[in-house]
């Protein structure tokens, strides 16, 4: 079963906010072996939205529309999905209840272009709202199925996850899931990623290999396409290969972050960690604590954005940060060094650069960031020349500082190192 | 003159990676008065893409299309817009020695494949690409112009900034700049701001007006759909009533961040800032520094995570941890005072909470936060009751802290406090 969405509102169109909605959607229906064949982002304009709808559902079994559905003069989908399907709007008294309702339960009445919203296309059954006060609906047309959800990105998780979704199974998905594995990788560029695993991906035709460059990461995404069950096989010998040919290379699959892969070999080796920032400016702490549950090895961290509080807070010597400069391997090591004496931990990770956009020189361009790290044996320090934005070289340097370690506890730790399976 | 922009990939329709070239391409044309029409996401599949491509030029004057150029057995756009338009795809002599000479300069040979990227279709002038290796191009047919670009989002916003724009400005853009302004306002959620401007846009029905929730933040977009001229000036009374009706709830303006604008005032009045945070991360003081320029009044922070550094770098009491706990008031206080005085600074901002998922009591639920600000006179602490996911907690509570910081500096160094002009 094929399925097609579209997102409504000019906001979209105009590149003003990214959609949201249309990406969690798909998702979520081919997790339930529904793929979306094409996505489409429409202005707030009946005769757009109602072209549309009319194309969407003449090519598509189940057509998933979100936005405009609100209050305000420029939530019109109802009007455009009525018009699409020569249907009335019928006021639905129900609705009209519940809204008046909720703003009972505040003290005042539903302002008049509340009621907007109990007014839905002819045969339309309404989702009810769990939070919120836009209604979903469902219309059958001619054997196509049309959902239409809020364009609130909560309100829409909340009713696709436990109302639609549910439906769509029963109705649609015979047992055909979809396989999707996600093989992610960081410390080398997309074409190096390329060139290891070309010869890999060339032998099986009848798979979908992406490789996906992020911020810092590269993925690969293998998708299995046709006859699920057969290449549910073949999906797991090519991430056997793949991952054999990357080795190291490889954080981890799916869902799954480099942070939360980093935190689990702290955990496993009962290691205590702590870090000193400068150019990242708290994003790699920020990274290490997005992981529910990093109070139990991420003891704390120190942003040492000033030269002063580098000397007061974690030591580095006046005479270093003279002699070479905040951002320099001297610099970085005694940050690392001092962080973990002073915050008594296992591992101290430091960063220090030159984030950009200003702030380069001609020995030391944009994008130089040193990263430190210091244990109970000693201490080193690698050297990077990033590039892009600067809250790219911010991620970019967290990212490879939570790479340092991870590769650090693999060779100190991991009896097989090297292996991340 | 409308334009529509067919963005391919599978990884798109399935939702594993969200588009953000299509708001890119879209928000950088309408800047030259180019209003998008239609954005619609293809999958990697020669049927779809031509289809999606005749009912583009069907409707529209520009089509632009990204992604499916490189040169894997996925990369299928060029196939697809060949056969759309009935043309055949064409060695590009040119093409294929650039291609050549690209792995030459590292030592290697051109892969096969790779040559797949010197064929266009017949007719096609190419686009150079200032990095990587997949061209872009320009097609013409029957009046309709159809621009393909790379889907590395920073190859193809080099080509669209660098050279696309330009060619569109000429042949198109008839001096008729179309008005965007967006009016960002934190403290209070959409309901509220909705309710206290609804009478204001109910009145400029030629001015379309949207109210967009981003976590911490409201944003009021306001969008001059046509005449711009006329427009521009109502534009410019609504801005004027919004921002009068909203007060300080306001604090600034298109691109602005709340980092800049509190960046701003910190400059402005030659105020140090620290920050000490828990629940938040890291993220307080990543925002912070996602200003260019911060470090002239960003001394540094600490992510005082585990209780032991709570009392070790600031000076927090043990018997207050113990007696009201890490998330209370006090702790907050002592947090920001001990900041402020280990930093050396003006004014230092704590943050204490529970992020969750996990954490929460009966007594304190899953995004409870307290956020203290101490200065030279004195501190003071607000309680708050976020609400969402880990990630959302921690940004709603860092955006609260800035606003807290924002209020508190408009209030005591502005002499017109409320005025945020």
Redesign the interface.
Known sequence: MRCEILTI????????????N???????L?DIGI??????????DIE?ISA?VK?AISRSGITIITGGLGS???DLTREGIAKALSRELVMQPMLAAMIEQRFKRIGNTA?E?MHRQAYLPQGAEPIQAMQGTAPGFIIRDGGKVIIVLPG?P?EMQQMLDFRVIQLLKEEFSKNSVLR?R?IKTTGES?LVI?EKI?NI??KY?NL??????HPGEVHI?I?A?ENPEKAENLAKTVEGEIVEALGELVFGFDQETLAEAVGMLLKKHKLKLA?V?SC???????Q???V????DY?????????N??KI??VGVSREDLLKYGAVSAPVALAMAEGGRH???VDVALSVTGI????GGTEEKNVGLVFIGLAWSEGSYCERFQFS?K??EI?IRSSTAALNMLRLFIMEKFEETGGDVS
Chains 1, 2 share one sequence.
């Open positions: 509102g000019t906001e979209l169109t105009l590149g003003l906010v990214n959609d949201i249309a990406p969690y959607i798909s998702k979520a081919s793929l979306c064949d094409r996505k489409s982002s429409i202005p707030d757009k549309a194309e305000t003069h420029d302002p272009a609130v909560t999707i996600c997309e390329e070309e991906f060339k035709d979908s290999i992406s490789i996906l460059p995404q998708v396409k870090t920032e990242t400016g708290g994003s790699l702490s920020d290490v604590t997005s529910s549950g990093s109070s991420f003891q704390g961290g120190m942003v040492t954005y000033s002063e509080l007061k807070l002073v915050m008594r984030a950009g956009p200003k892009g600067r809250s911010k």
